[in-house]
């Protein structure tokens, strides 16, 4: 029998029948503490804590034969791009690497104990953003690869982005090692706490990063303290405004989006061949669509604002070639802009080997995952879809460009600073999952001691191993030709 976890992700009751107590509430098998935690022990029973430091690479793998397959629903000019920027380093090889390593991941040993998956949950996709309530939280920031799955694998991808970015440092493989027991023992501690909780107290719990900082300043030498409070400082005034002088500039008394191809394109010059009228005129009945998915105080709050300008911007490393979106609105006095990313989704990279999502629609994948794995979301967050000019359907998400939002330097981090992100990465994972997933089965399978943190470790560095073929790989196929990528300047 299948049931489903508090969240609603479907889970493996691991062979056990509902005991006394169970109640049924509509789709939801609701079991007793003791049933779900017995749930969680017999998953060890079947997939043995040590056994997620196992990876034997299929010989017949062909990890840019599956970056070459993603290129073919993207925008052709950007592919190159995407691939220069994987060829910066083993570290950005890996952000741009999700649906390899998903492939992988599909071949390991699998709990049987789901949640709602991140997809993507490398470190560089945790960061600080703006509250509703103008606070600094930490958190998941990126849920385009968002489906429900084994929670292991979130934990594995965090895990060897940690042992890559490490080697990247140039960290020993001792301090490597360090921080990735840090992060897997601060979701497995974590997730022990969560179950200890009830669930509208998982709920709420969020990652105050004023607040946590303040917790390890005593941990921290004068300088990097320093270097954090003003990271923080300048967290705060990353928003629409400053966006606006970064992006724009004033033409014949008008507000502008400043071209600078390929990296943003304003509207018109990427669809050339399209009046500009009828452009915008469909872009405004693609806004009458978004709006409608947001809830109605923040529809009326985006009223509020007219559109001044679009324009196609290159995001990211694994996002590269797929269609981004800046759109330039400004409220009635000219004065209050607010800059808005419409950004393309495709089906999740782990689809294939987790199933298709309940979602026809792939924004709105994206952003019921979001609101379900995040404390705090935009308050804009919303999607749509577009018929765009080649007459192909797609479909998007929405939120705010910029709204307080930062990602830790990783590139700047020394290995103590690396291992207390890596801690703070792992409880804002742990809770994401325990509210989706079964919090109480998870601690149970997880247990009190290191066994699962160790196997983990072991698991980063052997895939880091990987990553390194991998990206030498592609190092190989530009060279020869297989792929073309092109040099930023």
């Known amino acids: 029998m299948t049931v489903k976890t508090e969240g609603g992700v479907p889970a493996s009751p691991a062979g056990r029948t509902f005991g006394k107590g169970s109640v049924r ?34 010989g017949s793998r062909d990890p840019v034969g599956l970056l070459l397959s993603q290129a073919t629903s993207r925008v052709p000019e950007l592919v190159p791009v995407r691939h220069g920027r994987m060829l910066v380093s083993p570290f950005t090889f890996y952000r741009g690497a999700a649906l390899p390593m998903a492939a992988d991941l599909a071949t390991t040993p699998a709990s049987g104990l789901r949640v709602q998956l991140c997809g993507d949950a490398h470190l560089s996709n945790f960061g600080a953003f703006a509250s509703p309530e103008r606070n600094l939280v930490f958190d998941v920031n990126d849920f385009d690869e968002t489906l429900p799955g084994p929670f292991e ?19 020993p493989a001792k301090a490597r090692r360090k921080i990735v027991l840090a992060a897997a023992e601060g979701y497995r501690t974590a997730m022990s706490g969560f179950a200890g ?3 509208l107290e998982v709920w709420y719990a969020h990652l105050d990063i004023e607040q946590a900082i ?40 008008q507000r502008r989006i400043i071209s600078d191809p390929p990296m943003i394109v304003p509207a018109e010059e990427v669809f050339s061949d399209v009046q500009a009228d009828e452009l915008y005129k469909l872009i405004h009945t693609v806004l009458g669509k978004y709006r409608r998915t947001l809830q109605s105080d923040r529809r009326h709050l985006l009223e509020q604002f007219t559109l ?99 990602s830790a330097p990783i590139e700047a981090m020394i290995p103590s600073g690396m291992t207390v992100y890596a801690r703070l990465c792992g409880w804002a994972l742990a809770r994401a999952h325990a509210r989706s997933g079964d919090r109480i089965a998870l601690a149970a399978y997880l247990g009190g001691s290191d066994k699962f943190d160790q196997a983990i470790a072991d698991f980063a560095e052997t895939y880091a191993d990987q990553n390194e073929r ?20």
């Open 25 to 58: 509430a509509g789709t939801v098998e609701q079991l007793s503490r003791a049933d779900r935690a017995a749930r969680g022990k017999d998953a060890r029973a079947v997939t043995p804590l040590d056994s997620h430091a196992e990876f034997q690479p299929d």
């Open 214 to 253: 303040g917790e390890f300043r005593s941990q921290m030498k004068a300088k990097r303290l320093k270097a954090a409070e003003k990271l923080l400082a300048k967290a705060h005034t990353a928003d629409s405004t400053k966006a606006l002088r970064k992006l724009t500039t004033v033409t014949d008394g």
């Open 197 to 199: 909780q009830t669930f």
């Open 153 to 171: 694998w979130d934990v594995k991808r965090l895990a060897a982005s940690l042992a890559v970015a490490g080697r990247d440092n140039g960290f």
């Open 470 to 489: 991998d990206y030498a790989a592609l190092q190989a196929a530009v060279k020869d030709g297989r792929a073309e990528a092109t040099t930023e300047i």
């Open 308 to 406: 001044v300008q679009v324009a196609r911007k290159v995001v990211g490393v694994g996002s590269v070639g797929t269609r981004a979106w800046v759109l330039l609105m400004d409220a009635m006095d000219g004065v209050e802009p607010l800059f808005l990313q419409a950004k393309e989704v495709q089906p999740s990279v782990l689809a294939a080997y987790c199933g298709r999502s309940q979602y026809t629609n792939q924004g709105e994948r994206v952003v019921a995952g979001q609101h379900l794995m995040q404390a705090e979301s935009d308050i804009f967050l919303g999607w749509t879809r577009v018929p765009g000019p080649d007459k192909v359907d797609r479909d998007f998400y929405v939120r705010q460009l910029k709204d307080w939002k930062f």
